[in-house]
């Protein structure tokens, strides 16, 4: 089993800069993936940015140029810095992990809100 627990987030202008951060525990071990989904309100939950254990990363369209994900040399915490972000980037952030067994695991989300 894994836990995740996010933090950051908030609320920032258009153009403003934030971060999200998920620390991972329980059975870190049998991790492969790591990263970050949202969920805009009446939409589906899409992918924002995923990272492999072998520094593999993965970024939705949208995001490419804007966002970066990060892991920590333990890979047990990931980050998200997002940079230029939009009014059509709030949404609640999951993170999300996956392990050898392809089973998934989620956060309970932290909230974004970017203002016009």
């Known amino acids: 089993q894994v836990q995740l627990v996010e933090s950051g987030g908030g609320l920032v202008q258009a153009g403003g800069s934030l971060s999200v951060s998920c620390a991972a525990s329980?059975?870190?071990?049998?991790?492969?993936?790591l990263g970050w989904y949202r969920q805009a309100p009446g939409k589906k939950r899409e992918l924002v940015a995923t990272?492999?254990?072998?520094?593999?990363?993965n970024y939705a369209d949208s995001v490419k140029g804007r966002f970066t994900i990060s892991r920590d040399g333990g890979k047990d915490t990931v980050t998200l810095q997002m940079n230029s972000l939009k009014p059509e980037d709030t949404a609640a952030y999951y993170c999300?992990?996956?392990?050898?067994?392809?089973?998934?695991?989620w956060g309970q989300g932290t909230q974004v809100t970017v203002s016009s």
């Open positions: 999300y992990a996956r392990n050898v067994f392809a089973r998934e695991f």
């Open positions: 990272m492999r254990n072998s520094g593999d990363t």
């Open positions: 329980g059975s870190t071990f049998s991790i492969n993936a």
